[in-house]
């Protein structure tokens, strides 16, 4: 070149040296690359615009992750960004290896990145010579990438802060282990500790609650939002003399203090110490700066769930009760444990009322849905009902007026919700149970020797789907030792079950439990989901497909005062008593079930059939013969193995049955036949309104075997 010739254009140098130029925004999200840098990147050599995914497809996954992270990087120290990247053909095949050297600056009013950097090929040193031994190898960078995976990962599954400082602290870094760390919060003005690793228990004194103005690494860090590398002891008490004496005796040689920033906010700072001297290479300061991130994401998420799960706890315990401590003649049991989802918080809830007829109610309840307006709406629907109760409402208005309710509150919503919910009304001193059903799963009774029914009542509707639904009313008694349990539907359908297989399932641990009461509501819970947690202390348990509310109330038995009584020695009687409307001859299939159900360990099957086919006809007998109703009454007594069965129809119709010889083709007639050839013992009992029919069988001793 000639003196005074010009000089050639600043492209056309770096075009001679075969390096590239490009330019990204990341508010646009367009990458700019002159000639050379779109053949290094495997493309025609002409100028273009590329989108940030164009782009992306070029250069290896990892170190795409490592460029952002090290923009970050360059962007809080004020310096140049250096990056080794592998760039990769359409195949995904790796073609050549590069560097890139670049400046970057950060846009708060964007919230975007403006970066411009240079882009050259390199060739990895060969190895054993001192350019080989001294470079970074691809050993080390594979080591890298595998350990910032597993990080990831380990951080990424970390649902407490607890977690997540114990996962940090067993994070193993390639070639350079920090043997002591720290995680720094902020509150107001002032650090505070979060947790730490490799300290003495009290060592964290000095530095919990320290003002943010200190001259002290933690705190210019969070005043900045830039990295602090100190390499030796030498370093630390020249930059920070005031706060050397409170480092000096942990013995230590070098410290990395980074930034725990989260969506441009720097909420702390995180401290690793070393034992040895660390030169805190750019490779280095890349990892560290990576883990800091994923260390401040993993605090961010565990902190947001903890406190969602503060607000959990409270939402329970503002809109669950306390069981009243003491029922004259009964023990109650609850439990309530929510989905997994979200907040925890759900439609599901249950009750205890006191009323002032002296009785009490006991209401089981689950609103559509599992979310926040879920549990609103569940709060005011509780309220409701409490107070309907209060006012001394029979179970079907109660349910009648909740229906009207839920409807009014939700009518004029784009969201129109539902609730299903059980009411029964309990006298203490009788057993006596009213219960009233809204399209919620019946109650199931539990006997005292572990025999299990489901005990049907009349239902209507759902709650809040028509305001003008009616609730007819069911009437039984719960025996003394007996145990009536409700529950949502949370309880019985959850890990894949239907209605059927649930059930099975939750009258498997009724009828095999042998606990007191409470311990009879935790293994039903444990059933289906495992450990759980009873609704006024302890964690929640993490994972649930549905809500689960579960109430048992068990009736004492006379003789034991107050004692617990969900399992007592086995009793001589088993009772179950059903009624059979005219307008209802489905319910006689119900009742086959109930007898079936009743007769569970019955020696001899075929007169568990015999005794099913004879109910059937004397309740067909009745609905066909008569225009009343049926009350069937079933009861088992003695020992096992030389029980006797009692079973007796009762109607109101003064027409006795006689007994008649039906054709060949008859399809009525034989239902006395039957009761003669089939039963042990049975007659026809004349009442002053009506009469009843019974029958007895006597268990077969040996026919089991």
Partial sequence: MRTGEPLPAVGEVLAALATGLWHWNTATGQVTVDAEAARLLGLPAEQCNLSQAQVRARIHPVDWNEISGVIQLAVAEGTLGEVRIRIMDDQGQIIRVGRSRFNASFDREKDAYDVTGSLQEVTDPSPGTPAGRSAVTGDWRRSREAFLLDAGRALAEARSTEEVLRVSAGLSMPGFSPDGLAVFGVEADRLTIVGHHGHQPGAEGPFSHMALDTDYPAAEVVRTGRAV??????????????????????????????????????????????????????????????????????????????????????????????????????????????????????????????????????????????????????????????????????????????????????????????????????????????????????????????????????????????????????????EPGETMMICTDGLIETGGHDLDTGWQRIRTTLEEHKGDLEELADALVQAVHGPSSHHTTGPLADRREDDIAVLLLCREEEDRGHEDTAVVERPAVRRTLLSVAQAEPERVAVARQQLRELLHDWACPDQVDSAVLLLSEMLTNVLVHTDTDALLLAEVTGTAGLRRLHIEVTDTSDDLPHRRRPGELASSGRGLMLIELLANEWGVDPRGEGKSIWFELYEEQGAAE
Avoid: N
């Fill in 229 to 478: 590398y100190l390499s030796s002891p030498e370093q630390y008490k020249a930059r920070y003399p005031a706060t050397w004496p409170l480092a000096q005796h942990f013995g230590r040689q070098s410290w990395a203090f980074l930034p725990l920033t989260v969506s441009g906010r720097t909420m702390g700072a995180w401290m690793a110490g070393f034992t040895y001297p660390v030169a805190f290479t750019p490779d280095e300061r890349s990892v560290l700066t990576t883990v800091a991130r994923m260390l401040a994401q993993a605090l961010s998420r565990a902190g947001l769930a903890e406190s969602e799960r503060e607000l959990t706890d409270g939402l329970q315990r503002s809109m669950l009760p306390t069981l009243l401590p003491e029922i004259p003649g009964m023990s109650v049991a609850a439990r309530y444990v929510p989905t997994g989802g979200g907040l925890q918080v759900g439609g599901d809830w249950y009750d205890m009322i006191p009323l002032p007829s002296g009785r009490f109610a006991f209401v089981i309840g689950d609103v559509q849905g599992h979310d926040v307006r879920a549990a609103g709406l569940m709060g005011q629907l509780r309220i409701a009902l409490r107070a309907y109760a209060s006012e001394g409402h029979r179970p079907d208005a109660v349910l009648s007026r909740a229906s009207r309710f839920l409807h009014g509150i939700t009518a004029d919503s784009d969201d129109l919700r539902f609730a299903t919910c059980l009411y029964a009304e309990a006298d203490p001193v009788t057993g006596t149970l009213d219960v009233a059903r809204a399209g919620h799963p019946d109650p199931a009774i539990r006997m005292p020797d572990g025999t299990v029914l489901a005990r049907p009542t009349a239902g209507g509707l759902p709650l809040g789907i028509d305001p003008d639904a009616d609730y007819p009313t069911t009437r039984f008694t719960l």
